[in-house]
């Protein structure tokens, strides 16, 4: 022992060197309060925990490192388009399979000044748009919400892409389920990364081959596989076959989130996006034609937009809008 720490024990009373702290020593803050006894009035103020609470979670609920690290994934799948970038997926609120990969996007690029706009197979007022809506409102304050899509400034969306043109001002983030379009045929991690980086993707022209020979059709009515600047081909999540065209180049930046399988792809602003199709026979979209004449929303009257097939009481179908927003303004 040495000559210091022999005079720190004999001296009961002197402090405890820096070393000591350094290392976790717990300082005397006073006794104890006695079994039975009442707590302070500070401890025991609801309201004071719950502001306390809410001081505890950094904005926009992810901590720096975790937003550091997505940011920085996100950058890489954009200077690799249509690469699936791995990162950490972090536990949320929410369970997996419900936006968890494209609501960590969300809140890792999501700042005080913008416009957030949540969409759910183009509805605004769906359970799952309502619900990510008011989550982002409650960690982020001061950001701004909007159905509105032009005043939006990053756009969340599961399963569709609006049908009024992005600017080049804004970013549209995807919930992504399954990233991997070679998950249909091909069941090895190992084997479909293998496949990406040779560009071989043989087997999934051989599924479109098969379906054409069963059915005459393709079966594949969302989740299309889409080559990206002539070499990766992605999954662009559960859109409709008539959203994959609004990928190639396209004014904004469109990235792609899947929580549960932890990757990050996007497809960056101008760049090329093809769905794969045969020299002689070409790739196309739902029709929407009955008896050979295209439908036309019920509300709005547009014969443009992806519309969405209704059944009312008594039997009828009726031809609706996806995209409430775009139904909105067509209206008015």
Not at 7 to 26: F, M, Y
Not at 197 to 204: L, P, Q, R
Not at 281 to 299: H, M
Request: hydrophobic fraction near 35%.
């Amino acid at each position: 022992m040495s000559e210091a720490q022999e005079q720190h024990v004999d001296r009961p009373g002197s402090e405890a060197p820096a070393s000591a702290k350094s290392l976790g020593a717990v300082e005397d803050n006073g006794p104890l309060p006695r079994p039975g006894s009442e707590p302070s009035q500070t401890s025991a103020d609801p309201t004071s925990q719950r502001s306390r609470r809410r001081r505890e979670h950094e904005f926009a609920l992810l901590d720096p490192v975790a937003k550091r690290e997505i940011r920085r994934a996100s950058l890489k799948a954009v200077c690799i388009p249509g690469y699936q970038v791995p990162f950490a997926s972090r536990e949320l609120p929410i369970a997996r399979g419900f936006g968890t990969g494209g609501l960590q996007l969300t809140l890792s690029l999501i700042g005080p000044t913008d416009t957030l706009k949540v969409i759910d197979q183009g509805a605004d007022a769906s359970v799952n748009a309502c619900s990510l809506r008011k989550l982002v409102r409650k960690v982020c304050p001061g950001v701004k919400t909007s159905e509105i899509t032009s005043d939006a400034t990053l756009i969340q969306t599961r399963h569709r892409i609006p049908e009024e043109p992005l600017t080049d001002r804004q970013v549209l983030v995807f919930q992504v389920p399954y990233p991997c379009p070679l998950v249909l045929v091909e069941s090895n991690e190992q084997r479909r990364v293998q496949m990406h980086g040779e560009s071989d993707y043989s087997k999934i022209f051989v599924k479109l081959y098969e379906d054409l020979a069963r059915f005459q059709e393709i079966t594949l009515s969302h989740r299309y596989p889409t080559a990206i600047h002539r070499h990766y081909v992605i999954d662009p999540s559960p859109i409709p076959r008539f959203d994959v065209p609004k990928l190639d180049h396209a004014r904004c930046l469109h990235l792609f989130g899947a929580g549960r399988e932890k990757k990050i792809y996007a497809v960056p602003p101008f760049t090329d996006a093809k769905p794969l199709e045969f020299d002689d026979i070409r790739f196309r979209v739902e029709s929407f034609d009955v008896a050979g004449q295209r439908q036309a929303c019920q509300r709005c009257g547009s014969a443009e937009s992806y519309l969405n097939e209704l059944i009312r009481p008594d039997g009828s179908r009726v031809w609706v809008c996806s995209d409430t927003a775009f139904c909105q303004r067509s209206r008015t």
